[in-house]
Protein backbone atom coordinates (compact mmCIF):
# COMPACT_ATOMS: atom_id res chain seq x y z
CA UNK A 1 0.00 0.00 0.00
CA UNK A 2 1.77 3.62 -1.19
CA UNK A 3 -0.05 7.03 -0.49
CA UNK A 4 1.13 9.04 -3.36
CA UNK A 5 0.93 12.76 -2.18
CA UNK A 6 -1.10 15.30 -3.60
CA UNK A 7 -0.04 18.72 -5.20
CA UNK A 8 2.94 17.81 -3.24
CA UNK A 9 5.31 20.73 -4.62
CA UNK A 10 2.46 23.09 -5.03
CA UNK A 11 1.56 22.33 -1.57
CA UNK A 12 4.53 23.52 -0.22
CA UNK A 13 5.53 26.19 -2.32
CA UNK A 14 2.39 27.71 -0.87
CA UNK A 15 4.01 27.71 2.28
CA UNK A 16 7.48 29.61 1.26
CA UNK A 17 9.06 28.02 3.63
CA UNK A 18 11.60 30.02 5.58
CA UNK A 19 14.78 27.71 6.81
CA UNK A 20 14.46 28.82 10.35
CA UNK A 21 10.71 28.94 10.72
CA UNK A 22 8.14 26.88 12.63
CA UNK A 23 5.88 25.15 10.41
CA UNK A 24 3.24 22.86 11.14
CA UNK A 25 1.84 20.07 8.90
CA UNK A 26 -2.01 18.75 10.26
CA UNK A 27 -2.32 15.97 8.28
CA UNK A 28 0.81 13.72 8.46
CA UNK A 29 -0.21 11.15 6.76
CA UNK A 30 2.37 9.57 4.92
CA UNK A 31 4.75 11.92 5.23
CA UNK A 32 4.69 13.69 2.06
CA UNK A 33 4.20 17.41 2.54
CA UNK A 34 6.35 16.78 6.22
CA UNK A 35 9.03 15.31 4.08
CA UNK A 36 9.55 18.39 1.80
CA UNK A 37 8.55 20.92 4.59
CA UNK A 38 11.68 19.15 6.70
CA UNK A 39 14.05 18.90 3.84
CA UNK A 40 13.54 22.69 3.43
CA UNK A 41 14.58 23.35 6.98
CA UNK A 42 18.20 24.21 8.50
CA UNK A 43 17.35 25.46 12.24
CA UNK A 44 13.64 25.34 11.51
CA UNK A 45 11.25 23.25 13.42
CA UNK A 46 8.49 20.85 11.89
CA UNK A 47 5.52 20.37 14.26
CA UNK A 48 2.88 17.29 12.32
CA UNK A 49 -0.63 16.05 13.75
CA UNK A 50 -2.16 13.11 12.60
CA UNK A 51 -4.76 10.48 14.73
CA UNK A 52 -3.69 7.57 13.21
CA UNK A 53 -1.06 4.95 14.90
CA UNK A 54 0.13 3.27 11.66
CA UNK A 55 0.33 6.59 9.87
CA UNK A 56 2.58 7.95 12.28
CA UNK A 57 4.97 5.05 12.96
CA UNK A 58 5.22 4.86 8.53
CA UNK A 59 5.96 8.83 8.80
CA UNK A 60 8.13 9.13 11.41
CA UNK A 61 10.68 6.51 9.91
CA UNK A 62 10.96 8.36 6.33
CA UNK A 63 11.01 12.15 8.09
CA UNK A 64 14.02 10.77 10.39
CA UNK A 65 16.18 9.87 7.53
CA UNK A 66 16.11 13.82 6.69
CA UNK A 67 16.13 15.33 9.88
CA UNK A 68 15.69 15.26 13.63
CA UNK A 69 14.15 18.71 13.85
CA UNK A 70 10.43 17.38 13.81
CA UNK A 71 7.68 16.23 16.77
CA UNK A 72 4.69 14.00 15.85
CA UNK A 73 1.79 14.86 17.77
CA UNK A 74 -0.66 12.04 18.04
CA UNK A 75 -3.78 14.44 18.71
CA UNK A 76 -6.49 15.37 16.53
CA UNK A 77 -5.57 18.54 14.37
CA UNK A 78 -8.96 20.56 15.99
CA UNK A 79 -6.72 20.63 19.47
CA UNK A 80 -4.59 22.73 17.31
CA UNK A 81 -3.49 25.47 19.51
CA UNK A 82 -4.12 23.67 22.82
CA UNK A 83 -1.01 20.78 21.55
CA UNK A 84 0.95 23.72 20.27
CA UNK A 85 0.91 25.58 23.72
CA UNK A 86 1.41 22.74 25.53
CA UNK A 87 4.95 22.41 23.76
CA UNK A 88 5.62 26.37 24.12
CA UNK A 89 4.90 27.15 20.53
CA UNK A 90 3.16 30.10 20.14
CA UNK A 91 3.20 31.35 16.96
CA UNK A 92 4.07 29.49 13.63
CA UNK A 93 5.26 30.60 10.00
CA UNK A 94 2.85 28.57 8.24
CA UNK A 95 0.77 25.05 8.22
CA UNK A 96 -0.60 23.09 5.96
CA UNK A 97 -3.75 20.85 6.02
CA UNK A 98 -3.88 17.67 2.81
CA UNK A 99 -7.40 16.65 4.35
CA UNK A 100 -9.23 13.37 4.19
CA UNK A 101 -7.83 9.58 4.87
CA UNK A 102 -4.72 8.79 3.12
CA UNK A 103 -4.43 5.79 0.93
CA UNK A 104 -2.85 3.31 3.67
CA UNK A 105 -6.87 3.94 5.71
CA UNK A 106 -8.52 4.28 2.23
CA UNK A 107 -7.22 0.84 0.69
CA UNK A 108 -6.62 -0.95 4.38
CA UNK A 109 -10.23 -3.41 3.59
CA UNK A 110 -10.11 -3.68 7.49
CA UNK A 111 -10.81 -0.35 8.31
CA UNK A 112 -13.79 -0.36 6.41
CA UNK A 113 -13.66 3.17 4.41
CA UNK A 114 -14.13 1.38 1.13
CA UNK A 115 -17.18 0.26 -0.81
CA UNK A 116 -15.09 -2.30 -2.60
CA UNK A 117 -13.65 -4.49 0.03
CA UNK A 118 -16.03 -6.29 2.85
CA UNK A 119 -15.48 -4.96 5.79
CA UNK A 120 -16.77 -4.11 9.60
CA UNK A 121 -18.30 -0.89 9.24
CA UNK A 122 -15.82 0.91 10.91
CA UNK A 123 -14.68 4.63 9.27
CA UNK A 124 -13.24 5.52 12.46
CA UNK A 125 -9.76 7.71 11.87
CA UNK A 126 -8.83 7.56 14.93
CA UNK A 127 -8.92 3.92 16.47
CA UNK A 128 -9.04 5.08 20.14
CA UNK A 129 -12.54 6.76 19.78
CA UNK A 130 -15.71 4.71 20.04
CA UNK A 131 -18.00 5.98 17.55
CA UNK A 132 -18.06 3.93 14.25
CA UNK A 133 -20.00 4.20 11.16
CA UNK A 134 -21.37 0.87 12.44
CA UNK A 135 -23.35 2.61 15.28
CA UNK A 136 -24.58 5.57 13.36
CA UNK A 137 -26.26 3.25 10.05
CA UNK A 138 -27.71 0.99 13.03
CA UNK A 139 -28.77 3.35 15.76
CA UNK A 140 -29.45 6.97 14.52
CA UNK A 141 -33.12 7.62 13.78
CA UNK A 142 -34.74 7.89 10.51
CA UNK A 143 -34.15 11.88 10.21
CA UNK A 144 -30.51 12.04 11.63
CA UNK A 145 -29.44 8.96 8.98
CA UNK A 146 -31.07 11.18 6.02
CA UNK A 147 -29.83 14.48 7.14
CA UNK A 148 -26.17 13.40 7.47
CA UNK A 149 -26.41 11.46 3.56
CA UNK A 150 -28.03 15.45 2.40
CA UNK A 151 -25.44 17.35 4.19
CA UNK A 152 -22.46 15.29 4.32
CA UNK A 153 -22.75 13.15 1.14
CA UNK A 154 -25.19 15.34 -1.01
CA UNK A 155 -27.13 12.72 -1.72
CA UNK A 156 -30.52 13.29 -3.70
CA UNK A 157 -32.02 9.95 -2.27
CA UNK A 158 -31.40 10.26 1.00
CA UNK A 159 -34.40 9.59 2.73
CA UNK A 160 -35.15 6.39 0.91
CA UNK A 161 -32.07 5.13 1.67
CA UNK A 162 -32.33 5.80 5.06
CA UNK A 163 -35.74 4.56 4.93
CA UNK A 164 -34.38 1.85 3.70
CA UNK A 165 -31.49 1.15 5.74
CA UNK A 166 -34.33 1.45 9.16
CA UNK A 167 -36.22 -1.43 7.03
CA UNK A 168 -32.82 -3.64 7.02
CA UNK A 169 -31.78 -2.62 10.22
CA UNK A 170 -35.22 -4.01 12.02
CA UNK A 171 -34.52 -7.68 10.41
CA UNK A 172 -30.88 -7.73 11.58
CA UNK A 173 -27.87 -5.20 12.05
CA UNK A 174 -25.87 -4.03 9.08
CA UNK A 175 -22.83 -4.86 10.14
CA UNK A 176 -20.44 -4.94 7.11
CA UNK A 177 -19.39 -2.18 3.92
CA UNK A 178 -20.92 -4.75 0.97
CA UNK A 179 -24.10 -5.03 3.54
CA UNK A 180 -24.41 -1.40 3.45
CA UNK A 181 -23.98 -0.81 -0.54
CA UNK A 182 -26.99 -3.78 -1.18
CA UNK A 183 -29.06 -1.77 0.50
CA UNK A 184 -28.27 1.96 -1.25
CA UNK A 185 -28.20 0.08 -4.32
CA UNK A 186 -31.77 -1.43 -3.76
CA UNK A 187 -32.71 2.08 -2.90
CA UNK A 188 -31.63 3.52 -6.08
CA UNK A 189 -33.85 4.20 -9.45
CA UNK A 190 -32.03 1.96 -12.58
CA UNK A 191 -30.86 5.16 -13.85
CA UNK A 192 -29.31 6.40 -11.27
CA UNK A 193 -27.22 3.07 -10.69
CA UNK A 194 -26.42 3.20 -14.25
CA UNK A 195 -24.12 6.55 -14.42
CA UNK A 196 -20.49 5.92 -13.85
CA UNK A 197 -18.95 6.00 -10.23
CA UNK A 198 -19.88 3.94 -7.46
CA UNK A 199 -23.60 4.09 -6.62
CA UNK A 200 -22.91 4.06 -2.60
CA UNK A 201 -19.64 6.82 -3.02
CA UNK A 202 -21.98 10.04 -1.38
CA UNK A 203 -23.44 7.48 1.55
CA UNK A 204 -20.24 6.63 2.53
CA UNK A 205 -17.95 9.81 2.24
CA UNK A 206 -21.18 11.00 4.57
CA UNK A 207 -20.48 8.50 7.02
CA UNK A 208 -16.95 9.20 6.70
CA UNK A 209 -17.69 12.07 7.68
CA UNK A 210 -19.73 12.31 10.36
CA UNK A 211 -17.66 9.42 12.38
CA UNK A 212 -14.77 11.75 12.13
CA UNK A 213 -16.57 15.25 12.92
CA UNK A 214 -14.31 15.94 9.71
CA UNK A 215 -16.11 19.23 8.72
CA UNK A 216 -16.77 20.43 11.92
CA UNK A 217 -12.93 20.02 13.29
CA UNK A 218 -11.21 21.28 10.26
CA UNK A 219 -13.15 24.68 10.63
CA UNK A 220 -12.72 24.95 13.89
CA UNK A 221 -9.16 24.50 13.85
CA UNK A 222 -8.68 26.46 10.61
CA UNK A 223 -9.65 29.51 12.34
CA UNK A 224 -6.82 28.76 15.72
CA UNK A 225 -4.18 28.44 12.53
CA UNK A 226 -5.03 31.92 11.46
CA UNK A 227 -4.63 33.15 15.07
CA UNK A 228 -1.18 30.98 15.52
CA UNK A 229 -0.21 32.42 12.54
CA UNK A 230 2.87 35.24 12.38
CA UNK A 231 2.67 37.77 9.72
CA UNK A 232 3.86 36.91 6.54
CA UNK A 233 3.24 33.14 7.22
CA UNK A 234 1.28 31.28 4.91
CA UNK A 235 -1.79 28.87 5.37
CA UNK A 236 -2.30 26.70 2.82
CA UNK A 237 -5.86 23.76 2.49
CA UNK A 238 -5.64 21.05 -0.15
CA UNK A 239 -9.52 20.05 0.06
CA UNK A 240 -10.97 16.60 -1.80
CA UNK A 241 -14.53 17.44 -1.84
CA UNK A 242 -16.52 20.74 -2.13
CA UNK A 243 -17.66 20.52 1.50
CA UNK A 244 -14.09 20.87 2.97
CA UNK A 245 -13.38 23.36 -0.08
CA UNK A 246 -16.42 25.43 0.59
CA UNK A 247 -14.83 25.89 4.46
CA UNK A 248 -11.58 27.03 3.20
CA UNK A 249 -12.89 29.20 0.62
CA UNK A 250 -15.50 30.97 2.64
CA UNK A 251 -13.08 31.49 5.62
CA UNK A 252 -10.55 32.33 3.43
CA UNK A 253 -12.78 35.11 2.24
CA UNK A 254 -14.55 36.26 5.43
CA UNK A 255 -10.56 37.03 6.56
CA UNK A 256 -9.77 39.15 3.79
CA UNK A 257 -12.47 40.83 3.67
CA UNK A 258 -13.91 43.80 6.20
CA UNK A 259 -17.50 44.85 5.63
CA UNK A 260 -17.22 48.44 6.32
CA UNK A 261 -19.13 51.19 4.30
CA UNK A 262 -17.45 51.95 0.87
CA UNK A 263 -16.54 55.68 0.59
CA UNK A 264 -15.01 55.08 4.23
CA UNK A 265 -11.45 56.67 3.00
CA UNK A 266 -8.96 53.88 3.96
CA UNK A 267 -7.57 51.17 2.13
CA UNK A 268 -9.44 48.11 3.57
CA UNK A 269 -7.78 44.95 1.96
CA UNK A 270 -4.81 45.87 3.63
CA UNK A 271 -6.12 46.11 7.27
CA UNK A 272 -7.99 42.63 6.89
CA UNK A 273 -6.32 39.72 8.98
CA UNK A 274 -5.53 37.56 5.82
CA UNK A 275 -4.59 38.28 2.21
CA UNK A 276 -5.55 35.62 -0.44
CA UNK A 277 -2.42 33.95 -2.28
CA UNK A 278 -4.78 31.93 -4.36
CA UNK A 279 -7.71 33.88 -5.94
CA UNK A 280 -8.63 30.70 -7.95
CA UNK A 281 -7.99 27.41 -6.68
CA UNK A 282 -4.73 25.64 -7.40
CA UNK A 283 -5.68 22.47 -9.37
CA UNK A 284 -3.60 18.96 -9.79
CA UNK A 285 -1.64 18.92 -13.59
CA UNK A 286 -2.71 16.82 -16.02
CA UNK A 287 0.54 14.61 -15.49
CA UNK A 288 -0.19 14.25 -11.56
CA UNK A 289 -4.02 13.61 -12.82
CA UNK A 290 -2.96 10.95 -15.22
CA UNK A 291 -0.78 9.15 -12.44
CA UNK A 292 -2.56 9.72 -9.03
CA UNK A 293 -6.07 8.98 -9.43
CA UNK A 294 -6.54 10.58 -5.65
CA UNK A 295 -5.41 13.94 -7.14
CA UNK A 296 -8.57 14.47 -9.56
CA UNK A 297 -11.27 16.36 -7.16
CA UNK A 298 -8.35 18.26 -5.13
CA UNK A 299 -7.78 21.83 -4.56
CA UNK A 300 -5.10 24.15 -3.08
CA UNK A 301 -5.84 27.17 -1.55
CA UNK A 302 -3.01 29.37 0.53
CA UNK A 303 -3.50 32.63 2.30
CA UNK A 304 -0.86 34.88 4.48
CA UNK A 305 -1.23 36.90 7.14
CA UNK A 306 -0.98 40.16 6.67
CA UNK A 307 0.65 42.90 8.65
CA UNK A 308 -0.41 43.48 12.06
CA UNK A 309 -2.43 46.63 12.67
CA UNK A 310 -4.54 45.77 15.94
CA UNK A 311 -4.18 49.11 17.08
CA UNK A 312 -6.24 50.86 14.44
CA UNK A 313 -8.77 47.95 14.84
CA UNK A 314 -9.36 49.17 18.95
CA UNK A 315 -9.53 52.57 17.49
CA UNK A 316 -12.17 51.80 14.82
CA UNK A 317 -14.22 49.60 17.37
CA UNK A 318 -14.42 52.15 20.19
CA UNK A 319 -15.80 54.61 17.25
CA UNK A 320 -17.87 52.36 15.97
CA UNK A 321 -19.07 51.81 19.25
CA UNK A 322 -19.53 55.39 20.74
CA UNK A 323 -20.60 57.20 17.67
CA UNK A 324 -24.36 55.74 17.23
CA UNK A 325 -25.16 56.44 20.64
CA UNK A 326 -23.75 59.63 20.73
CA UNK A 327 -25.34 60.58 17.33
CA UNK A 328 -28.85 59.46 18.97
CA UNK A 329 -28.24 61.52 21.88
CA UNK A 330 -27.07 64.44 19.67
CA UNK A 331 -28.86 64.71 16.43
CA UNK A 332 -25.45 66.36 14.28
CA UNK A 333 -28.00 68.67 13.19
CA UNK A 334 -28.04 70.63 16.22
CA UNK A 335 -24.13 70.68 16.31
CA UNK A 336 -22.97 70.75 13.13
CA UNK A 337 -19.61 71.98 13.82
CA UNK A 338 -18.87 69.00 16.22
CA UNK A 339 -20.15 66.89 13.42
CA UNK A 340 -18.69 68.52 10.12
CA UNK A 341 -15.60 66.04 9.65
CA UNK A 342 -17.65 63.17 10.38
CA UNK A 343 -20.63 64.28 8.05
CA UNK A 344 -18.48 65.33 5.08
CA UNK A 345 -17.82 61.41 4.91
CA UNK A 346 -20.84 60.85 2.93
CA UNK A 347 -21.81 57.67 4.49
CA UNK A 348 -23.55 56.89 8.14
CA UNK A 349 -22.22 54.51 10.14
CA UNK A 350 -24.37 51.56 10.63
CA UNK A 351 -22.96 48.76 13.87
CA UNK A 352 -24.41 46.15 12.33
CA UNK A 353 -22.63 45.89 8.70
CA UNK A 354 -19.60 46.17 10.45
CA UNK A 355 -18.09 42.76 11.04
CA UNK A 356 -14.74 42.87 13.48
CA UNK A 357 -12.96 39.90 13.84
C1 LIG B 1 -4.59 12.75 2.92
S1 LIG B 1 -3.68 12.18 4.26
C2 LIG B 1 -2.29 13.24 4.31
C3 LIG B 1 -1.19 12.77 3.41
C4 LIG B 1 0.10 13.53 3.57
N1 LIG B 1 -0.03 14.91 3.25
C5 LIG B 1 1.18 12.93 2.73
O1 LIG B 1 1.80 13.64 1.94
O2 LIG B 1 1.45 11.74 2.85
C6 LIG B 1 -4.58 12.77 5.63
C7 LIG B 1 -4.03 12.33 6.97
O3 LIG B 1 -4.54 13.23 7.94
C8 LIG B 1 -5.03 12.53 9.04
N2 LIG B 1 -6.12 13.32 9.58
C9 LIG B 1 -7.30 13.61 8.99
N3 LIG B 1 -8.06 14.36 9.79
C10 LIG B 1 -7.34 14.57 10.90
C11 LIG B 1 -7.58 15.28 12.12
N4 LIG B 1 -8.74 15.91 12.34
N5 LIG B 1 -6.62 15.31 13.05
C12 LIG B 1 -5.43 14.67 12.85
N6 LIG B 1 -5.15 13.97 11.72
C13 LIG B 1 -6.09 13.91 10.77
C14 LIG B 1 -5.46 11.18 8.52
O4 LIG B 1 -5.37 10.21 9.55
C15 LIG B 1 -4.47 10.94 7.38
O5 LIG B 1 -3.38 10.20 7.83
Known amino acids: MKHITVLLEEGIDGLAIKPDGIYVDATLG ?150 LVDVIKGSLPQKVLNKKGHPAKLVFQALRIAVNDELQVFEKSLLQAIEMTNIGGRIAVISFHSLEDRIAKHTFKEYSEIHIPKNLPIAVKDIAPLKLITKHPILPSEEELANNNRAHSAKLRVAEKQKNIEWFYSIFCLFIAIFPTYEKANPPKKFPNTFISINSIPFKLNKSKVKLK
Not at 57 to 66: F, G, Q, T, V
Not at 137 to 156: C, D, H, Q, R, S
Open 30 to 179: GGGHSSLILSKLTTGHLYAFDQDDYAINKAKERLSAIGDNFTIIKANFVNLAQELKALGVEKIDGIIYDLGVSSFQFDDPERGFSYKYDAFLDMRMNQDVKLCAYDIVNTYPLGELATIFTKYGEEPFAYKIAQNILKERTKKPIKTTLE
